[in-house]
């Protein structure tokens, strides 16, 4: 079930450019309207109750504050984020994984240091866009690396013609988003 009150504001501030990108900069991206976020996370708190969920995972930096709205509405759960950059304060063993922006074109490495993941936990990964699923994917990777498990996959946008739910569907992963694009074609955006 879509969330009414984010469609709305999609609807109202959300700019389609490009190839299909979703500019949300004035309450998810650059400005964040707090109370929207609190809404979102007991939104997807709620999908993901009953999943034994025991630490949430993001990747810095936009999925942080999804992350621990989250975390608010499912008992303040741990929040990790893997980081972009190596920091000289990560002296010790990390996981790590290559990913692919699709809005920056680039690869980069994301990392967790081993001592946040753990065998027992059952992580429900958060971000604030799926695309091409490069991002969620990587973060798997990061949870399998460390013996543990993936509760499932939360996300805010789903831009589903660039087919990230469906690889991570197939994965076996369940996969709750709280807005679906079908398509971005000269700025206009069609929901599911
Ligand atoms: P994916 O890895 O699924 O291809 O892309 C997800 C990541 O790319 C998200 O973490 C998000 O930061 C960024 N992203 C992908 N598509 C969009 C978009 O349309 N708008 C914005 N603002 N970010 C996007």
């Known amino acids: 079930m879509p969330m009414e009150a984010l469609i709305e504001r999609i609807v109202r501030e959300g700019q389609g450019i490009g190839r299909g990108v979703l500019k949300v900069d004035s309450f ?29 995972l993001t990747v810095e930096s936009s999925g942080i ?23 000289n304060t990560m002296v010790e063993g990390v996981y790590s994984t290559d990913v692919k922006s699709f809005t920056k074109e680039t690869v980069s490495t994301i990392r967790v240091s081993r001592k946040y993941l753990q065998p ?8 604030d866009f799926l695309a091409y ?3 969620a ?7 399998k690396n460390a013996g543990a498990a993936v509760a499932g996959i939360g996300v805010v946008i789903e831009k589903q013609f ?22 971005i074609t000269d700025g206009n955006i069609e929901f599911i």
């Open 28 to 56: 998810l991206n650059h400005q964040i309207d707090v109370a929207l976020m609190d809404e979102i996370g007991r939104e997807l708190a709620g999908r993901f109750a009953g999943h034994s969920v025991t630490k949430i």
């Open 65 to 87: 504050p999804v992350a621990c709205a989250v975390s608010r509405a499912m008992g303040y759960l741990p929040v990790v984020f893997a980081k972009k950059a190596a920091p």
């Open 120 to 127: 027992t936990d059952r992580i429900l990964i958060i971000d």
């Open 133 to 135: 699923g490069e991002s």
């Open 137 to 143: 994917m990587g973060l798997t990777r990061l949870v």
């Open 162 to 183: 660039q087919g990230g739910s469906g690889k991570l569907k197939e994965a076996g992963y369940l996969v709750e988003s709280l807005a679906v694009i079908r398509s």
